[in-house]
């Protein structure tokens, strides 16, 4: 050991409600439950400590020897803890080792009884080590001709079993019905019943067919995911075929290889269209895990160009704060591009003008069993989901248009403006 002076580290070292975060720190914001018998300036202060530079012990060490990293609690609120991190904490670029300090160890420690990470405010020192998207909501212009109108997107069902045929000649029925986008479902990679490659080939042929006929630019969402290594080697694939997208479920195969997945797509100016698969086992609570919010925030910056936010309560799944998630990923987040937000999740034309109502028109709506259930049909259906966004940017009533739509007519006569469970 060197002659050095010895400082002392202490859990309680890391609180101090007067201090104010500097611009250039990550400001995180938590919800924390302490623990039985520990107070809330224990709590946030444990809290700071576990996710820079502390541990449960005092330490003791040679001054000389150490950088000074140690986050700050800095603001109690009833239940909310905000915690300033400096720059200095993180190493540029690298989505997993951030999350392994703000949403690490400090997400199961005995010293709270509950902890979600809320909220967190980036700094341009750390923001300006991604790349964010490429492309955002862009591609409603760019690379299809969905012009002011949501762009419109339809994954096939079921969501596995069926034949790369079958896949492909119902992509062809949506895309000629009005739809702009094709997706893969999440659990639909490269199963002996529908291989990828063969997927691929055939649903870009039925994609070229579909906008020469229709005139209008369609486009594929092909689910890339797997393990990284094959997954990037997908990724050629697409581009090869002359496919101008991919879909990666990002929560299951991890933000490290989201990043390698985004640098692949800018060498072949494919846009990513993330799905989150999994993001309920760390949102669904509110009051322990990570929230929504901030699972968008990281995509954005590792540079999605798509992302799925809920559907503000219209569909199939528990959301949180939609429009709230929605507003942050178009915001000014240090000149990153802004993300185009997913509406997903048992929608169908009877709820489309209440969500347009809830979200705006720069989204995409994508409905599965809201087209391919319809009493007619896919193609059918697919016209009655295009129909019933026509009527919402009209801003004329779904009943009214649908006195001479008999597809969307016949989509409320089955599920009216109902949300399914
Ligand atoms: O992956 C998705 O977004 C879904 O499969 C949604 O399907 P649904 O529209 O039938 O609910
Ligand atoms: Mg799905």
Redesign the pocket.
């Known amino acids: 050991m060197s002659d050095g002076i010895m400082t002392g580290i202490e859990y309680d070292d890391f609180l101090d409600l007067g201090y104010e975060p500097a611009g250039t720190e990550l400001v995180c914001e938590f919800t924390i439950e302490p623990a039985a018998g520990m107070s809330m300036e224990a709590a946030a202060s444990r809290v700071a400590s576990e996710s820079s530079n502390g541990t449960w012990a005092a330490l003791h060490v040679d001054e000389d020897e150490l950088t000074e990293l140690g986050a700050v609690a800095c603001g109690i609120d009833g239940r909310t803890v905000t915690v300033a991190y400096p720059t200095a904490l993180f190493e540029a670029g690298s989505m997993p080792q951030i999350l392994s300090c703000i949403a690490g160890n400090i997400l199961g420690m005995k010293a709270v009884d509950s902890i979600r990470l809320e909220d967190c405010d980036w700094p341009e020192s750390i923001t300006s080590g991604f790349p964010g998207p490429q492309f955002g909501p862009s591609v409603a212009r760019e690379k299809l001709d969905a012009g002011e109108r949501p762009v419109l997107a339809t ?1 096939p ?1 079921p ?1 596995v079993g069926l034949s790369t045929d079958a896949h492909a000649r119902i992509g062809e029925e949506a895309w000629r019905g009005g739809v702009d986008l094709l ?1 893969d ?2 659990n639909l990679t490269d199963q002996a019943f529908n291989p990828f490659a063969d997927r691929l080939a055939e649903s870009l042929a039925a994609r070229d067919r579909a906008q020469e006929e229709t005139g209008e630019r369609k486009d594929y969402l092909v689910n890339v995911t797997a393990e990284t290594t094959e997954m990037l080697e997908r990724v050629d694939l697409v581009a090869e075929h002359g496919g101008g997208f991919v879909m990666v479920d990002v929560i299951t195969c991890g933000w490290a290889a989201v990043q390698s997945v985004r640098e692949r797509c800018e060498d072949h100016g494919l846009a990513i269209h993330a ?1 989150r ?1 999994m993001h309920a086992a760390f949102d669904r609570l509110d009051h322990h895990g990570v929230s929504m919010r901030v699972i968008a925030q990281i995509a954005r910056l590792c540079g999605v160009d798509h992302i ?1 936010t809920g559907t503000a309560g219209l ?2 799944l528990a959301n949180e704060d939609t429009p709230g998630i929605n507003e942050w990923l178009t915001s000014d987040c240090h000149g990153l591009r802004p993300v185009l937000p ?1 509406a ?4 169908h034309p009877g709820v489309v003008d209440q969500l347009i109502d809830a979200l705006g028109t720069d989204i995409i709506v ?5 087209i391919h259930g319809h009493p007619d049909g896919t193609h059918a259906g697919a016209k009655a989901l295009r129909q019933s966004v026509e009527a919402s940017m009209a801003g004329t009533d779904l009943e009214t248009y649908a006195d001479d739509h008999a597809e969307l007519a016949t989509a409320l006569e089955k599920w009216g403006a109902e949300t399914p469970r």
């Open positions: 994954v069902k969501k997706k479902d999440e799905h698969a799925h569909g199939k997913v997903s999740g048992g929608l994508q409905a599965g069993g809201g």
